[in-house]
C-alpha cells in the first residue's frame, strides 16, 4: 500500500489550506485515517483521524479550525485546515491503519510542508 499526499505549501494567517492523501494498493480495508505533524526537534503529534465509519478525532489545539473527511470509495483522506495560525507551521504526514492479508497494517505518507506566514 502506498500513501499519496497532495497539498500543503504556504497559508496566511487565517487563510486556509486543504491536504489530501491517497491510498493505493489492493485487497485492504481501511480502519483509520489520521493526520500528523511534526515541529522541529519533536515527535509526531496526533492532528485528527477518522474512521470508516466516520467517526472523528481532533486534537485540542485544531479542535474548530481544522476538518478531517475522508472518500471511502476513493481511499482518500482531507484535511481542510481554516483560521491558520503561524503556530500551525510543520510538516504534515498521512498514516493510514488498514486490514490486508489477515494482517493489520500502518502506513505512513511522506511529509508535506505546511507553512503560516504572511
Known amino acids: 500500500v502506498q500513501l499519496q499526499a497532495f497539498g500543503g505549501g504556504l497559508g496566511q494567517p487565517g487563510g486556509s489550506l486543504r491536504l489530501s492523501c491517497a491510498a493505493s494498493?489492493?485487497?485492504?480495508?481501511?480502519?483509520?485515517m489520521s493526520w500528523y505533524r511534526k515541529f522541529p526537534g519533536n515527535q509526531r503529534d496526533l492532528v485528527a483521524s477518522?474512521?470508516?465509519?466516520?467517526?472523528?478525532n481532533y486534537s485540542d489545539s485544531v479542535k474548530g479550525r481544522f476538518t478531517i473527511s475522508m472518500d471511502n470509495a476513493k481511499n482518500t483522506v482531507y484535511l481542510q485546515m481554516d483560521s491558520l495560525k503561524p503556530d500551525d507551521t510543520a510538516v504534515y504526514y498521512c498514516?493510514?491503519?488498514?486490514?490486508?492479508?489477515?494482517?493489520?497494517?500502518?502506513?505512513w505518507g511522506k511529509g508535506t510542508l505546511v507553512t503560516v506566514s504572511s
Open positions: 477518522i474512521t470508516s465509519g466516520g467517526s472523528t
Open positions: 498514516n493510514v491503519d488498514l486490514f490486508q492479508y489477515s494482517s493489520s497494517w500502518v502506513y
Open positions: 494498493g489492493s485487497d485492504f480495508s481501511i480502519n483509520t
